[in-house]
């Protein structure tokens, strides 16, 4: 009958339906079983812990046959951060700095599909006032949803972080977060003596980029006279016949002391007998390469172009072997 129907209906503190099958109950006690392994320094364990609680608010959150009321909905949400929250603090413990402030991150923020569930009009109406203040949507339902304090944490979390990651720049905005969230008198004395920190590491890293510059900018300084004289050199070779090039590749050949590579096919510039002889060999390795029906006049012509090409190669590979100091 309605009458039966209506006594098995269940309904939370808040007067509303509500049917979880106990995955609420279970998260519950995996998260205390957390907290008893973090205060007995077992980290890892209580990370297992929290993340079995997690698993249960999961299937709460999206299991579409468990009933849940609006404000029980919220204490889902503030559950579900707390307990990123305690993550963030084992990580943290544990000196994961990028995964304690992701923690503290998905404490602040949640999951976007969660945070939509249930929302309440005066949760719309402060993000709507505060997205007309800012101009963006970067404030979140979860963090709207979250106690003060809770939020400080969090925050201040991620600015010891981004410190340690030397993100200074992003653990002065988060603190400044923290800052405005924060009523606690011994947090606050914590967060100003980090703020002086900040300050320190700040001018540290700026004197190691100064320094880091400074060896930079002078091996540049050195250099930049032999790089405008090679760039002068190069000019001055672009503007040489063959017979000038050739000439030039090899005296440098013959400078050095062990020859330079020259990259004409099989040494073709290192064959004996001068030039007539190298530009004979190199028509001849040509009239070989000539594609039938080509006509044998065309032998000269390409390796004109592909003396010139090869020189050119040899050239800039001396070039460069200079700026090496080889």
């Not at 997690?54 to 559950?79: E, F, R």
Request: charged content about 35%; hydrophobic content about 35%; overall charge neutral.
């Amino acid at each position: 009958s309605d009458s039966d129907k209506d006594s098995e209906l269940r309904y939370d503190e808040y007067g509303e339906r509500f049917e979880d099958y106990g995955f609420l109950k279970r998260a519950l006690e995996h998260k205390k079983s957390g907290n008893v392994e973090f205060q007995k320094n077992r980290y890892e364990k209580a990370l297992k812990e929290y993340d079995s609680a997690l698993d249960q608010l999961l299937t709460v959150a999206y299991d579409k046959s468990i009933i849940i009321g609006k404000q029980k909905w919220n204490d889902v949400v503030v559950l579900r951060s707390t307990i990123h929250l305690n993550k963030s603090t084992c990580q943290y413990k544990l000196r994961n700095w990028s995964k304690a402030a992701e923690e503290a991150n998905e404490c602040l923020h949640g999951n976007v599909r969660d945070e939509m569930m249930y929302t309440d009009p005066h949760i719309r109406a402060k993000i709507k006032e505060a997205e007309r203040k800012s101009g963006t949507k970067s404030v979140t339902y979860v963090e709207q949803r979250l106690p003060r304090a809770t939020r400080a944490k969090a925050w201040f979390r991620m600015s010891r972080c981004f410190a340690h990651l030397e993100y200074l720049e992003r653990a002065q905005d988060a603190l400044a977060k923290a800052l405005e969230m924060c009523e606690d008198k011994d947090l606050l004395a914590e967060m100003n003596q980090h703020s002086m920190r900040i300050e320190t590491l700040a001018r540290q890293q700026k004197h190691r980029q100064k320094e880091q510059f400074r060896g930079f900018f002078d091996k540049l300084a050195d250099r930049g006279g032999y790089l405008d004289a090679a760039a002068e050199q190069k000019a001055k070779w672009d503007n040489l016949d063959y017979a000038d090039k050739l000439k030039l590749v090899e005296e440098l050949d013959d400078s050095d002391g062990e020859g330079m590579p020259l990259q004409l096919g099989d040494s073709l510039l290192q064959m004996p007998g001068g030039a007539a002889a190298r530009q004979r060999g190199v028509e001849a390795h040509l009239q070989r390469m000539l594609p039938a029906g080509a006509k044998e006049d065309a032998a000269p012509s390409a390796a004109a172009l592909e003396r010139t090409r090869l020189l050119n190669v040899s050239f800039e590979e001396y070039l460069e072997r200079q700026m090496r100091g080889e």
